[in-house]
């Protein structure tokens, strides 16, 4: 992918959430079920990194739960990082805005983290290289063993969300730049806009993962009406790779 198309979508995403992050706030006010099926894995003396942290739900959660450990999340939104930090202990919750495609996103001094997540996050980073080299970045902030885990939005299992795909011409792009996978879906509640997001498939995120140094220890779908529209994997670090 050139550098023009992929500014272009980054923008979009960026307009997107930035312009609508309160009426999207107000569609995340409780967590999908294929995260509550992972929260009780997460130990509760764990040093989380949590990319693309939205609202906070998942901290909030967290808290609830009676979390000791410590929990970082980032996000690019200032909207939603300022409902994220509400009535959490700051010594404990830390939230920071940074852009996951500006790497390094975080300090060269911060210590390795237990558990990286990324929960629909890695589907709106536009372009193979970009994605990888996030993910490679993540390998690099977790020890040998520790784990990622992350989803990603499977919009096309639905026929309700699929209609919901627009045409490149419509963001002004040139199809023929546009890599496998990508798609353009309009928003529609409170305005229109549109969201750049990419379809993974699981051999796709098989080859993501090894190329990055991660073993895939579990797979499966969950969310939605079908319970299948959203992929989690969990992956755990190892030492090398290439």
Known sequence: MDSATLQRLLALNHQFYQTFAAPFSATRQRLQPGVLRLLPAILPSARILDLGCGNGELARQLHQRGFQGSYLGLDFSAGLLADAAQGLP?????????????????????????????????????GAALRQQVVTEVHRLLPPGGRFIHSNWQFLNSPRLARRVQPWST?????????????????????????????????????????????????????GEGGNLGLYQVWEAIHHYT
């Open 90 to 126: 700051p010594e404990q919750f830390r939230f920071l805005q940074a852009d996951l495609a500006s790497l390094p996103c975080l300090p060269a001094n911060e210590p390795p983290f237990d558990l990286a997540l990324a929960f629909a996050a890695l589907h709106h980073l536009p």
């Open 171 to 223: 963001a002004g792009l040139n199809p023929t730049l546009i890599e496998p996978g990508d798609y353009l879906l309009d928003w529609r509640q409170g305005g229109s806009a549109l969201r750049y997001v990419h379809h993974f498939s699981e051999p796709e995120l098989a080859e993501l993962a090894q190329s990055c140094g991660f073993t895939l220890l579990d797979s499966f779908l969950s969310d």
